[in-house]
């Protein structure tokens, strides 16, 4: 047999190699853009927060929709139904998209409602509209099944000629960052003093921590639940159904939790995004490592808002429209928050599971007072990097007219 020439063999073997890196970089490319690591991200999802004041919609109830739906609400799950006529619009609660064992009285459910109300009474009188609100009375723990829409709140529309809140102009700008903040530059006095200002229902009360002991606590106690929730199989599946697999699970669901959010490096999120998603317990353990070495050590506040009754209803909507408040007035000011609130998730999970409430006595710690009922976490500063826009179902995805 004739032997085959060095050069040969190696032109051969170059040949070879080029072309499997040829079909290997092609194949990184593909999923690369598959997976929105590269090029353009699907847009639909991303629209409603450019549209929100669409002068099509201008005066009527729609429009109010358009910026109730961009709202913070838990894991976007948008649980929110709104049945529209010319002098009123439900707010109903839709309970099939339910967090399950994470949110099991719906409680984080009708705090996004509230949230959403607060947007549309602030998109009132651009609108010309005056609104009144009646929230739907009762107990969470009274609500039964799951699959019928129940009715959290209505909202009375006049016409009406007040300016605009400047709040208002706040609404596109909201996010929540989960990125890493400088805890070094502190948080701004004066923020503080129009958090503290901001109108709210006497049921509430409003907690804000910037160091000390009760800023130590709480920090614990976030990082404690946590650690809790990941060692909690059924809250980890539940909470999982939510995150989405990619931009093209995205663009059908338009909702949930996706990489883009969760307050990545932009190098990790790189590879996070080429890799196979993760499955409920890794995924759910790097978060509760981003809570223990990031989250919590970099807030420059740790904040929470307590209730009377964490199981009312008009109280839970209250504290809703309480922290949508508190979270625009920050995006206008240009600081960073996120909610932190694995500890009141865990406390309802004790609940429903009837064990002991070791969340609930941390609270105590820090409040000093068992008679409020802390019912939102959260944390603030100035964040390293800008956060990323969370996909939404635009308004009329979610509107029914009557
Ligand atoms: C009641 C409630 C609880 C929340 N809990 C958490 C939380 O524990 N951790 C977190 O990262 N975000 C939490 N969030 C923020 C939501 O995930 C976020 O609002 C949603 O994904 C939409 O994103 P956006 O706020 O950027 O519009 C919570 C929001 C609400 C209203």
Request: charged letters at 20%; aromatic letters at 6%.
């Amino acid at each position: 047999m004739k032997n085959k020439s060095p050069s040969f063999t190696r032109r051969h073997l170059l040949e070879i190699g080029t072309g499997a890196t040829l079909v290997a970089a092609a194949g990184v490319i593909w999923r690369a853009n598959e997976r929105g690591v590269i090029g353009e991200k699907g847009q639909e999802p991303y629209k409603p927060w450019e549209i929100w004041n669409d002068p099509a919609h201008r005066g009527t109830p729609l429009a109010l929709v358009a910026a109730g739906v961009l709202a913070s609400n838990p894991h976007n799950t948008q649980p929110w139904l709104f049945r529209v006529s010319d002098t009123r619009i439900d707010i109903l609660a839709d309970t099939s998209r339910n967090l399950g064992t994470f949110d099991p009285y719906l409680r984080e459910m009708h705090v996004g409602l509230g949230c959403a109300v607060e947007n549309m009474v602030l998109a009132a009188a651009p609108n010309g509209y005056a609104v009144t609100v009646t929230p739907h009375a009762g107990s969470l723990l009274d609500i039964g099944g799951r699959d019928e829409p129940v009715l959290a709140a209505t909202l009375h529309l006049a016409r009406g000629d007040a300016p605009a809140d400047p709040l208002y102009s706040a609404i596109p700008k909201r996010h929540t960052n989960r990125n890493p903040y400088d805890r070094a530059r502190g948080f701004p006095d004066a923020l503080l003093h129009d958090f503290a200002a901001i109108p709210h229902d006497e049921n509430l009360k409003l907690y804000l921590f910037q160091s000390g002991a009760a800023y130590e606590t709480l920090g614990a106690a976030i990082i404690a639940a946590t650690d809790e929730i990941v060692a909690d199989h059924a809250m980890i599946e539940d909470s999982h159904r939510w995150f989405r697999d990619g931009p093209q699970e995205m663009e059908r669901e338009r909702s949930g939790l996706e990489l883009d959010t969760a307050g990545l490096s932009p190098a990790l999120l790189a590879v996070a995004k080429m890799l196979p998603a993760l499955p409920a317990e890794q995924s759910h353990g790097t978060w509760a490592d981003q809570t223990r070495d990031t989250h919590v050590p970099s807030a420059a506040l740790l904040g929470l808002i307590a209730a009377r009754d964490r199981y009312d209803r008009p109280q839970t909507l209250a504290a809703g429209r309480l922290w949508q408040r508190v979270h625009l007035a920050a995006g206008a000011a240009g600081l960073a928050m996120h909610p932190l609130n694995q500890p009141v998730e865990m406390i309802d999970r004790e609940r429903q599971l009837g064990t002991e409430s070791k969340a609930e006595a941390r609270f105590a710690a820090v409040t000093g007072d068992e008679a409020w009922q802390p019912t939102f976490v959260f944390r603030g500063g100035y964040a390293i990097r800008d956060a990323a826009v969370s996909a939404r179902r635009g308004a009329e995805m979610v509107t029914e007219t009557v």
